[in-house]
């Protein structure tokens, strides 16, 4: 897929990515470093509850890299910040999940002619199709023609 | 100092915890796994443009770590999302970061009477004191004593 700058950006459709599957290793190797809570890393306290969950800070991690299968790494500049970050039910390890994001408006720079504000709706979805993760995201992306 | 529970929790108070200093290798490794811009993974590349910077959610697992050195890891159950969430500007290795988390609000579950619901603003600061990561949490508390 070729690079996706502002103008190719269209509000309403979808991109999607995927899928992940969410391995009991990497959850535990991830939660180990950054959120060790019983139910992340202690197998024997999690099987009480269900199994082992993922940190939430995880799955934003596994959105991310699963955003950079698609063509914006050259052309989205920076994240300007998330709204609505909902963790809607814990997920656990063997779980294959897939991203959808879809844009949901964007505008030109006022100050800087060579990037646009671009809005969207980013989800890691399970294989049922319901949101695990989902927030909204505001980045600057690159203009293809900044001239004109 | 005790394990924060939710009559623990006083709206308008604050906690703080660090520093954590970021190092290039750390930020270099988590960028290669989950956010391979060039600008947190190209040193030659990032030379160009004042450094390499570290993905803003690397910040966000760096700011859950430093929670982790608070007496939260018992009490708190779960986070139900971030609101707010603001990179305020590029961070770069080498920085010292301290944690302020400030509450904001709490009320009791109306379903479960072990727990609560609290809410509070995150920040990363510099050593100037100003906030380069910073966002809204709100999180399940248990109570110390559920049957009161």
Redesign the interface.
Known sequence: MDDIYFEDVVPGTTLHAGPYVISEQELMRFAA??????MHVDKAYAEKHGGLTA???YL???K??LV?SLPL?RT?I??????????HR?VRAGESLNLMLEWTGKRRSESKPDRGIVKGRYALVDAAGEAVLS?LDTVLMRLRYPNV
């Open positions: 470093a950054w959120d060790p809570m019983p940190p939430g800070t934003l991690a596994v991310l890299k950079h790494r989205v920076a994240s300007i910040g998330y709204d609505e970050v909902r963790f814990p927030h």
